[in-house]
């Protein structure tokens, strides 16, 4: 069976580094690099609970979307839950890999895993990586468009539908934004918070904007920015660029459940990468586990 850094090798050639956003530092995380690898689990996050069902599943790695560090830590004692996570990863042999800004903006990473099962076509990345090793494009979400148009509503929908059955199912649904009767058929995703990228989605022109997160005072100033910037167009004033409508509509997701559409695609074509790589095969298992942190989402008043 392959070791742990021939794994980490295809995998690094899947979801490269190099597509790591600044603040960002997916990799390996946890493992040795000469144990052997056969079996494979993979999960949004690497919560305490999804550890314990790897170390039960005996697996050799544990991937996920999610980093166990988001800044830098100065230890790893039994002080904080993280310590705790990294004594019970190495003490039962299970590696731990992140893939995260680097997967958001691979092929058939994050992004274009959400964008196929919305059923955009005609794609291209949001925010482009120059890449000349690519034979694909590369980038932080995606632009596409619809087959035919179809209403806001009837849209976000398909949104909650295609995230429930290919992600994970949440309480905490979808929220939209906009005329639901409107008839709409380009779209921008960025799975994951998106709210830092509401210039290049209106500069875009694009009809709905599908991302996660989105908080209430940048997502309300960009819609009173853009309605001014339609205002000022229809008297001929040109600030922005798009149509003279109040766009983009918003359809705001559950975070880790539209990232987990991705692991549709990563269950298949990482243990075919490795098989290629190394002429050894290894066992995968999904967990689909919310690990949204919510447990219920109240929209009415209840009886």
Not at 63 to 81: A, D, K, N, W, Y
Not at 96 to 108: E, M
Not at 259 to 283: C, H, K, L
Not at 287 to 292: A, E, G, L, N
Request: contains cysteine; aromatic residues 8%.
């Amino acid at each position: 069976m392959p070791n742990l850094k021939q794994v980490i090798d295809v995998l690094e050639t899947l979801y490269p580094l190099r597509y790591a956003e600044q603040w960002d530092e997916p990799g390996l995380i946890v493992g040795d690099l000469g144990a052997d690898v056969h079996r494979i689990v993979f999960a949004a996050d690497p919560t305490s609970t999804i550890v314990d069902r790897a170390i039960a599943a005996e697996a050799d790695l544990l991937i996920t979307h999610h980093p166990l560090f988001f800044r830098s830590v100065h230890e790893v004692g039994g002080l904080g839950f993280r310590g705790d996570i990294v004594r019970r990863l190495y003490s039962h042999g299970c590696g731990l890999w992140v893939g995260h800004t680097n997967a958001d903006s691979a092929w058939r990473g994050v992004g274009q895993a959400a964008a196929d099962y919305l059923g955009l076509e005609h794609q291209r990345p949001l925010v482009p990586i120059a890449d000349p090793q690519s034979e694909h494009p590369v980038g932080l979400g995606r632009i596409g468009t619809l087959p035919e148009p179809m209403r806001l509503k009837d849209f976000a929908q398909r949104v909650f539908n295609e995230v429930s059955a290919h992600g994970m199912v949440t309480k905490l649904g979808v929220q939209v934004c906009g005329d639901l009767d409107a008839q709409i058929q380009s779209i921008a995703v960025l799975p994951g918070s998106g709210d830092s990228l509401f210039n290049e989605v209106r500069q875009a022109g694009v009809d709905v904007y599908v991302t996660s997160d989105l908080r209430h005072h940048p997502t309300t100033d960009a819609i009173e920015q853009a309605r001014y910037e339609a205002r000022m167009r229809a008297q001929g004033i040109m600030l922005g660029q798009g149509s003279a409508q109040t766009h983009p509509y918003l359809i705001n997701t559950p975070h880790a459940a539209i990232e987990s559409m991705w692991f549709n695609y990563a269950v298949r074509d990482i243990p075919q990468a490795i098989e290629q790589a190394t002429g050894e095969q290894v066992t995968v298992q999904w967990f689909h586990d919310t690990t949204d942190p919510w447990t219920l989402s109240i929209t009415s008043q209840q009886s």
